[in-house]
């Protein structure tokens, strides 16, 4: 056999021609570049030419009609109630992406020794990241609903008292923050836990020697290592912190009022409770756009997903 | 400080640690041992105050859940899950292999392509999917949702297991080659077998996806195609707040996701940053 014998490295002289096996690759790619295409980026080119109609579907006529393309997006600029959906989409953002961090960087830290114990809890901090987030929602209902909830029982046997924090007009939205961050710390966690593995020990063993005492280590040596997984993690939970769906419509269906609705939840009101297909795509369109501008930022940080060779 | 002190101090400081990560464990934990603590209870022990740590466990939500339409859902969940991961691994694993193999000159769109197709909102799929569908016949069916599902399926096939190829030496396919082997045996006798951990890791995390998904679902069934995720909320609403039911369903439902995850627990992270980070 021609192959034995070659030194280790050098690689056997091909017998395929080139051109014949780049062609089979093709073959190969297609297909799959046709289906994410087809299932992706037509329904997105779809959504884009919806959001210029005012498609609504109990006027069968509005479908198609593009007479005034730019008027739902005229529309949402005097929208009060999108407006304040940004501002709470803002709020649940900035507080659930910091709570994450801080929570997950907290975490991180103690579980980063060696230790057979600390290796099986591991595992159990996971447990609110899998879980499907639908049952999250309910671990969450029963706990804000005072009649069944041990909090509300605990706090009331300690002799005080605690409004039902999801039907409260101060409480609601921090309720919700407190279910996602209890949800998705374990994601920030990991991507830490990831990273500080990785750290190279002479930096620590070089500062150790200096004197320096576990504050100074953290703050001076092991924060700024974290620094670049500590953006991207963010900006992970950062978008994902858009999508937040299943939380605010089991909790709070975006009341009281509309205190704890979010563009995203308002967009599948205006969609599917009040049949504007056309005015929600619009909406929906400003979120993806969103979406896609985080996304480019993730890549140009990690550097688009693998090394250029 | 003598090396003895010193040793003390270190195991005091450990085990200091290990009470306080137990206590913390202890209190993620609650929120969710108590939904399947509360899935055995009956409902007047449901209601109990104070509360009740030990009760005669009962099946009876369990099956009053099956006696009801909730186990048609469940088998559509699963059905539909299945099927899509199958589906999305049919596309998705060769076109993963041959992104391995070639460079193309597009690769930046390509992957923004993905990570943006994992990021965006369900809702903008959901919309013009809903609109397809009702002009298809479409809504409310199982192949409606296997379909959908695999928007963010596909995007996971072909990053993940573009990483698991590359980790597969070309030397391997070479050698095959010339034995003799054509380029299909290469990669159906050779490639295949030995990233068979990646696929079915892959598959696992595809499944979990499926499985999870609870937007998709509400909005394009109603009763035929619903699943699990949507007829555990259902007990919500129309038969007033049967809590039993609702905690047995939910923990049915993440009953399968538990096991999977453990399983694939390496790899979760690399799924969840599909598009951006390498598996």
Redesign the interface.
Known sequence: ???IGLPAGR??????PGP???R???H??I???A???A???A??V??LA?SLTPLDLTRPATIGDFTHPARNYWLLLEDRRFLNSLWVQARLSFWTVGLQLLIGFG?AL??N?R?S??QA?R?????????????VA??????YTP??S?LH?AIQ?LGWRMPALITDANWALTAIIIADT?EWFP?TM??IL?ALQMMPEEQIDAARVDGASAWQLTWYVTLPYLKGVLL?AGL?RL??S??A??LI??LTDGGPGSLTEVT?YY??IQ??NFSF?GY??AI?VV??GF??I???L??RL?G???DV? | MSSKAFAYRRATERRLIYALVIVLAAMIMLPFVWLVLMSFKTNDDIFAFPPKLFFTPTLQNYAGLWASSFRYSFLNSAVVSVSSTLLALLVGVPGAYALSRISIRHEKPLSLLILASRMAPPIAFTIPYFLAYRWMGLLDTRLGLILIYLTFNISLVVWLMRSFFDACPRSLEEAAWVDGATLWQGFTRIMLPISGPGVAATAILCFLYSWNDFFFALILTRNQAMTAPVAVVNFMNYEGWEWGKIAAGGTMVMLPVLIFSILVRKFLISGMTTGAVKG
């Open positions: 056999m021609p192959t690689v056997a002289p091909v017998t395929k014949q096996r780049h089979f690759y093709w190969m790619l297909p799959s570049l289906v994410l295409i299932v992706t980026l329904p997105t779809f959504l919806t975490f103690l579980l020794m230790s114990l600390l809890l595992t159990v901090f996971l447990i609110p990241m899998v879980l499907p987030p639908i049952v309910i671990i969450w209902k029963v706990i009649d069944i041990p029982w046997s209890w994601f990991l991507m990831a991207v992970f978008v994902d858009i999508k769906f299943p419509y089991i995203n967009a599948f969609a599917f297909l929600s795509s929906t979120l993806v979406t896609v985080l996304s480019w993730i890549l990690v688009w997903g693998r060779e």
